[in-house]
């Protein structure tokens, strides 16, 4: 039965936690967990990039030189490919590369991920991730007590989403919108006692 460390917002560890073995405990796959990343980066493509082809550039009209007699290589334009300021052979074009992967194959790539933060160690409960204010010194000094400088951070409290969006490395996410990429990026997975109980009910 894999186990996680509680602690509190002060950063010290209060006790110890059994965690669902269904999804904290599974063999990692690391295959479907690669397949599910570069989904993940492909479907964050904006896919604008754009080149004019010999057909788009302008000028070329005129053919640089007659055909024969010249001594030099026939040309019919001077906006062919191998001419400066000429087309591009095949030019980029705005596309989409986003494409889809199964929800079976999704599923599983998220529980190999977090099963395998829980084999290293790095899920961190916290008993109640709350702050009272907006305040990035007070959940800097917690992220340091509990020795965490790159995390996931699991929670539905805005004033802790707030407070740590400007702390580099440090990513928050609701428990259920949590993805496999944001998990294996982070050294650490540090989630709200409530929102590991919606993440156990949903995945479980």
């Not at 040309?75 to 001419?83: F, K, L, N, V």
């Not at 494409?99 to 008993?127: H, M, P």
């Amino acid at each position: 039965m894999p186990k996680a460390n509680i602690y509190d917002m002060a950063g010290k560890q209060v006790g110890e936690m059994d965690l669902n073995e269904a999804i904290f405990g599974i063999e990692p796959n690391v295959s479907v967990m690669h397949d599910v990343v570069k989904n993940h980066l492909a479907n964050c493509r904006q896919g604008t990039q754009s080149a004019l082809t010999r057909a788009e550039v302008s000028g070329g009209g005129k053919k640089p030189w007659r055909q024969k007699g010249t001594g030099r290589a026939r040309q019919g334009s001077t906006r062919a490919p191998q001419w400066t300021h000429g087309g591009i052979v095949f030019a980029p074009k705005p596309r989409s590369y986003r494409y889809t992967l199964n929800k079976k194959v999704r599923r599983l790539a998220l529980k190999s991920a977090l099963s395998a933060k829980a084999a290293e160690g790095k899920v961190l409960v916290v008993d109640d991730l709350g702050m009272a204010e907006i305040k990035t010194k007070t959940f800097a000094g917690f992220l340091g007590a509990v020795g965490s400088k790159k995390a996931l951070v699991v929670t539905g409290c805005p004033n802790v989403v707030k407070s740590a969006r400007n702390i580099p490395g440090v990513v928050t996410s609701p428990a259920n919108l949590i993805n496999v990429y944001d998990i294996i990026n982070a050294n650490e997975f540090i989630v709200d006692k409530a929102a590991l109980a919606t993440i156990e009910e949903v995945f479980g």
